[in-house]
């Protein structure tokens, strides 16, 4: 199963709302994670199950959709949400595969 | 807390080999799948390989097949992985991550992830 991000590099101000995009290359369900990654830093878990939040992740965070087509959103971007953040599909449990990574830069 | 610790990283000649160890804590151990993550230069990330919490299932990334070896010691608390036939293209940091949720979940997500280790394969 194949996953493409879009866009793969965005230029964002604090306090937009920034929306990423993950299509699958066939159905998965709700079986898809988002994970941030900061330079330097290991993944770190932000949303499962396509839109359940992780414990301890910002409200300002949210993900949407099944099937093929997914969104992650920040509502109200902060300081600390530049980094890259990468989709997981969890469908074809467990060779999973991860999409290429969206950079989200300061503008 | 949970830990993960990887080590062995290093720099490893084309054709060689490396044994990376991932030293977990703070859950128990032998109730999760366990996985292999990396990320070469600059690029994204990979899943490499996974082993059940018992070590009987192993699965494995079609570019590791072969070459790779996935284990794990639960009286130790760790999980290996033995890399033979290096090429160049396996340079790239290494993670561990253990599964969010044991079984019989399944599609379950990393919820806790190493710092990571750096293999470098180069002449």
């Known amino acids: 199963i194949q996953l493409t991000q879009s866009p793969s590099s965005l230029s964002a101000s604090v306090g937009d709302r920034v929306t990423i995009t993950c299509r699958a290359s066939q159905g998965i369900s709700s079986y898809l994670a988002w994970y941030q990654q900061k330079p330097g830093k290991a993944p770190k878990l932000l949303i499962y199950a396509a839109s359940t939040l992780q414990s301890g992740v910002p409200s300002r965070f949210s993900g949407s959709g099944s099937g093929t087509d997914f969104t992650l959103t920040i509502s109200s971007l902060q300081p600390e949400d530049f980094a890259t953040y990468y989709c997981?599909?969890?469908?074809?449990?467990?060779?999973?595969?991860f999409g290429q990574g969206t950079k989200l830069e300061i503008k | 807390e949970v830990q993960l610790v990887e080590s062995g990283g290093g720099l490893v000649q084309p054709g060689g080999s490396l044994r990376l160890s991932c030293a977990a804590s703070?859950?128990?151990?032998?109730?999760?799948?366990m996985s292999w993550v990396r990320q070469a230069p600059g690029k994204g990330l990979e899943w490499v390989s996974a082993i059940s919490g018992s070590g009987g299932s192993t699965y494995y990334a079609d570019s590791v097949k072969g070459r790779f070896t996935i284990s794990r010691d639960n009286s130790k608390n760790t999980l290996y992985l033995q890399m033979n036939s290096l090429r160049a293209e396996d340079t790239a940091v290494y993670y561990c991550?253990?599964?969010?949720?044991?079984?019989?979940?399944?599609?379950?997500?990393?919820?806790?992830w190493g710092q990571g280790t750096l293999v470098t394969v180069s002449s």
């Open positions: 991550a253990k599964d969010k949720l044991p079984p019989p979940v399944v599609a379950t997500p990393f919820d806790y």
């Open positions: 997981q599909q969890l469908n074809s449990y467990p060779l999973y595969t």
């Open positions: 703070g859950f128990t151990f032998s109730s999760y799948a």
